[in-house]
């Protein structure tokens, strides 16, 4: 690590999936033109996160929609309504890999995102990203997010 330096950060995250005639769905499938032919799996993901990055706390909160559209059993598109690096519409290829990894690559105007998503349990999930300039490949920025369910919020 250049900087040495590590953010420690609470998030809560609610994912939903929703239902194929929602209108936040509809939207977003008419703004790429698709004409969605099933399976099309429509998520909903918001979140709120306190972080100690900086001496102020503030808190973080977004949403998004994400439409997983499978070309077989392994990979596929994403359709989003708002990127992960650029916050503007955005589409990715995904592919879960042997491991049942989740990896997601997306590029945008001026950057290339690659995320890889490792699924260690039910409750722990590993999170690397590596994020380049479009143009001549150099590396932006580069992290790695340890994510752990907090089991006292769960319900029964």
């Not at 077989?72 to 992960?84: F, H, M, S």
């Not at 999930?125 to 994020?131: D, M, P």
């Amino acid at each position: 690590m250049a900087f040495q330096e590590v953010e420690n950060s609470t998030s809560k995250i609610l994912i939903k999936e929703l239902e194929i005639n929602n209108k936040n769905v509809i939207e977003l499938l008419e703004k790429y033109n698709s004409t969605f032919k099933p399976p099309v799996i429509p998520l909903s993901i918001s979140w709120k996160a306190t972080s100690d990055w900086e001496m102020d706390q503030k808190i973080e909160e977004d949403k998004t929609i994400l439409l997983f559209l499978p070309k077989d059993t392994n990979k596929g598109i994403v359709l989003r309504n708002k990127g992960y690096t650029e916050s503007v519409i955005s589409s990715s290829e995904y592919l879960i890999d042997e491991n049942d990894n989740l990896n997601i690559k997306t590029i945008y105007s001026s950057t290339v995102s690659e995320e890889r998503i490792c699924f260690l349990s039910n409750h722990i999930r590993s999170r690397y990203s590596v994020i380049r300039n479009h143009e001549n490949n150099i590396v932006i920025q580069t992290s790695h997010t340890s994510e752990i369910r907090n089991m006292s919020t769960l319900k029964d």
